[in-house]
């Protein structure tokens, strides 16, 4: 039974001719070689056969803990660098066979915005500059009218010009500089915003007022987002369908509405009963897991995340759960996935609290 | 007798009578804590950083106890103080600081100390955990002698001693095979393990109150839970007072038993928790726990974000610091900064016109 909102982003996408998803990710893998003395030669996959895929209008969320990948993956899907396997196909054309301009010219419809607003811009550099280099690099209209548009652009995002125009980075606090960072991104009429960890470098007040900003700019720009973040909250409000993310593999892929209130997968409902609340309320059937994240140099065999899942069997180290679809829309790797209530489903012997 | 004060010193405190914390303008009783001896007394602690030739105002009067067996949060964005506030307590501030005020441990006075008379508090006294671990932890020492390090100095024992005690806190902190463990380098360990280890030092000579800056903000939400409910099993095993120092406002209502919200170097509300749950008074804490995203919202929905953004800690403002963004401010709000009040037996806030 899927969720309205994926069906509508569906069929918005059906009325404007589109057929096609905006972003198709296949099979897409990174992996890298790391020599360290005493350990000699390794690879860590840290990416490891993802696909996934977001259509016109719709905002995908990529949550995670440390070292799942996914800002690897981001980076991938952006080219920087391209993936070793896989293919990253975007309005069409597979961004990892192009070269040089044809590589850029099909980059434009894709941007980023990362964490640290302060490391990401160039801090010699005023915002005027800052918005309009993308618009000098790729030539675009006269100097008049790209002056024009970065004034646009910085009102867009909450900016005065006259105000903000001849600051430097460092004169600006961590939102404003997040707010430069967006409307440069802007500046090329993108169709899609990849905002890695965007928000998580500021406070939570600035936090609301940026999160509110993507919205905003989502329908007066008409823009698909891929938005990763570690904060589940962020990612439920954000978005309109979540993947989790755990040492290299999507574990689920779900509506976001629909992931929250029944999900899946052990990892999910681990990460979703670890939240603390701020109304002090307990979880009820929180999972506890144990153990650490094991080394993406080593990854377990068979299911990757069976070494801390409560419901772990022996057929979950001999055999790799593939990816599934389980019902419109909702993607599972668990050769056991959970029922309704976690209680009920829970083997004997476990820790379910 | 202590070299301060000319006190005569305490005795170890585990049976002390009950020191009920009395109600005052400043610091409100807390319920659930008659009978729990005060630890730590602050009464309108000021901390002034000189800067690049700027004074910082990071801490404008902040008052406040921590008791015994319980938990006093402090929270806050960045900027309000909070940390500072926390350091001072230990005497971690740089040298040119400039702190008035009064922090009393265990009636003794801290304002002042010398280094010297420092390190009779620290450790056995007054501990914390640091929010980084990695970059609070030697990475050339393995742990087992980082744990033993504390020991050693405030106990004399022998290495060996230290070493077996350092062996057993391992264990205590939940890191398995403790003995093969204890040999290890910090960067042989996980983030969550190198916490563990952190809480093992600031644990190993047995403090009375225990200070945790921001203790898991390095670490994923699985982590946290475990790190978090460790800290709480490890306060109660020792009877200490716990200070929590976060920004994160559900670590707070979650762990917190007192919750005292800091904004501009002051505290701006402080309830025990189940009051401030069932009833927010400071538009400031009301405004920051209506931005955040919450699990029952709409998705695309707006935040109820506030404007503006937390004053310059270099500015003195004129009235209340939080006036600019206040949905509800008025004149007086720019003339007169509210003093913390006291509204019912538990509950304080710092405005005129309190929700």
Not at chain 1, 206 to 233: K, P
Not at chain 2, 99 to 122: A, T, Y
């Amino acid at each position: 039974m899927a969720t309205s909102g994926v069906d509508a982003v569906r069929q918005t996408a059906r009325q404007a001719g589109t057929t096609a998803p905006l972003l198709d990710v296949r099979h897409v893998e990174r992996t890298f070689v790391v020599n360290t003395p005493g350990q000699g030669r390794r690879k860590i996959q840290a990416v490891a056969d993802v696909s996934f895929d977001i259509w016109p209008g719709e905002t995908v969320a990529l949550v995670g803990e440390t070292g799942c990948g996914k800002s690897t993956l981001a980076r991938s899907i952006l080219q920087l660098p391209r993936p070793e396997a896989g293919e990253v196909v975007f309005k069409g054309a597979d961004l990892v066979q192009l070269r040089h301009a044809a590589l850029r010219n099909a980059m434009q419809g894709m941007q980023v915005v990362f964490q640290d607003p302060f490391s990401s811009l160039n801090p010699r550099w005023n915002v005027l500059e800052l918005v309009g280099e993308p618009l000098a690099v790729h030539d675009v209209g006269t100097k008049q009218e790209r002056t024009r548009r970065v004034e646009e652009l910085l009102e867009a995002v909450g900016l005065d010009a006259r105000i903000h125009g001849r600051r430097r980075p460092r004169e600006l606090s961590g939102g404003q500089c997040q707010r430069v960072a967006i409307a440069r991104a802007l500046t090329l009429s993108p169709n899609l915003m990849v905002c890695d960890e965007a928000v998580s470098s500021l406070d939570v007040s600035i936090q609301a007022q940026i999160l509110n900003l993507f919205e905003d700019l989502r329908t007066d720009f008409d823009l698909s987002y891929l938005f990763i973040t570690h904060d589940l909250s962020v990612a439920r409000h954000m978005s309109d369908r979540i993947a989790v993310m755990y040492l290299g593999k999507i574990v689920e892929l779900a509506p976001s509405t629909e992931l929250f209130s029944n999900p899946l997968h052990p990892y999910s409902a681990a990460l979703l009963s670890s939240m603390p609340h701020s109304d002090g309320t307990a979880t009820p059937d929180r999972i506890r897991l144990t153990g650490d994240i094991p080394s993406a140099a080593n990854p377990p065999s068979g299911c990757r995340f069976r070494t801390r899942c409560p419901f772990a069997q022996q057929l979950c180290a001999d055999v790799e759960p593939p990816l599934n679809a389980v019902s419109e829309g909702r993607q599972v790797a668990c050769h056991f996935p959970l029922e309704r209530h976690t209680a009920a489903a829970a083997p004997a012997g476990t820790r379910v609290d | 007798m202590h070299p301060a004060t000319g006190d005569d010193v305490h005795s170890s405190g585990t049976a002390a009578p009950a020191a009920v914390s009395v109600a005052t303008a400043d610091a409100p009783a807390l319920p659930g804590t008659e009978g729990h001896e005060a630890l730590i007394e602050v009464r309108d602690l000021k901390v002034t950083i000189p800067f690049r030739g700027q004074d910082v105002y990071a801490v404008r009067g902040v008052t406040f106890d921590v008791h015994r067996d319980s938990t006093v949060v402090l929270v806050g964005e960045s900027g309000s103080g909070k940390s500072v506030t926390a350091r001072s307590m230990l005497g971690l501030l740089p040298p040119a600081t400039t702190i008035s005020g009064s922090v009393k441990f265990e009636g003794h006075e801290l304002v002042g100390l010398s280094e010297k008379q420092w390190r009779q508090h620290r450790a056995t006294g007054i501990s914390i955990v640091f929010q980084d671990p990695t970059r609070s932890l030697n990475p050339t020492m393995r742990i087992g002698h980082q744990i033993g390090e504390g020991i050693r100095r405030h106990f004399g024992v022998s290495r060996a001693a230290a070493l077996d005690r350092a062996t057993e806190l391992l264990d205590m902190v939940g890191i398995g095979s403790p003995k093969e463990r204890v040999r290890d380098y910090p960067h042989q360990l996980s983030g969550g393990m190198r916490q563990r280890v952190m809480m093992a030092i600031a644990i190993s000579c047995d403090p009375k109150v225990l200070i945790a800056d921001e203790p898991t903000t390095a670490l994923d939400v699985t982590t946290e839970a475990q790190i978090m409910e460790l800290l709480l099993s490890l306060q109660s095993q020792l009877h200490m007072g716990l200070l929590l120092i976060t920004h994160n406002m559900g670590l707070a209502f979650t762990y917190g038993d007192e919750i005292a919200v800091m904004y501009a170097g002051r505290i701006v509300e402080s309830a025990p928790k189940e009051e401030l749950v069932r009833h927010v008074r400071m538009p400031y804490t009301n405004g920051l726990l209506g931005s955040l995203p919450a699990v029952d919202d709409l998705p695309h929905s707006q935040l109820a974000a506030m404007q503006g953004r937390p004053p310059d800690a270099m500015t003195t403002p004129r009235g209340c610091a939080f006036q600019p963004r206040c949905p509800i401010a008025e004149a007086r709000c720019t003339e007169q900064a509210p003093p913390l009040a006291v509204l019912d037996g538990t509950h304080a806030c710092a405005c005129w016109y309190p929700l």
